[in-house]
């Protein structure tokens, strides 16, 4: 059985820095590209950021180019999120997720298996 589990979340205020881990289990993970999404109270679920299994290539959602950094460890099953100049905007549940296509990823078309269950962040003025 597949998992995916985040953690790192939680209250911050504006200007400051959280960062988010996922520990996949259930299969072998190194050839498969993970990203992150979230979801803020309204909204629709969007793509923040992802990773080839490889490591060799990040795509990031202009919104948080700049400011967040997406790192993973083949080694652990494990993928990051560093995030930095965090704004109120960027308050959302933040879900992990794990596909072999990046390309599917990114548009977030994957089984609902391949997903987390969310870390909250919100972040305060």
């Known amino acids: 059985q597949v998992q995916l589990v985040e953690s790192g979340g939680g209250l911050v205020q504006a200007g400051g820095s959280l960062r988010l881990s996922c520990a996949a289990s259930?299969?072998?993970?190194?050839?498969?590209?993970m990203g992150w999404f979230r979801q803020a109270p309204g909204k629709e679920r969007e793509f923040v950021a992802a990773?080839?299994?490889?490591?060799?290539?990040?795509y990031y959602a202009d919104s948080v180019k700049g400011r967040f950094t997406i790192s993973g460890d083949n080694a652990k099953n494990a993928v990051y999120l560093q995030m930095n100049s965090l704004r109120l905007e960027d308050t959302a549940v933040y879900y992990c997720?794990?596909?072999?296509?990046?390309?599917?990823?990114?548009?977030?078309?994957?089984?609902?298996?391949?997903w987390g269950q969310g870390t909250q962040v919100t972040v305060s003025s």
């Open positions: 997720a794990a596909d072999p296509n990046v390309l599917r990823l990114r548009v977030g078309a994957i089984p609902d298996d391949y």
């Open positions: 259930g299969r072998t993970f190194s050839r498969y590209a």
């Open positions: 990773i080839t299994w490889s490591g060799g290539s990040t």
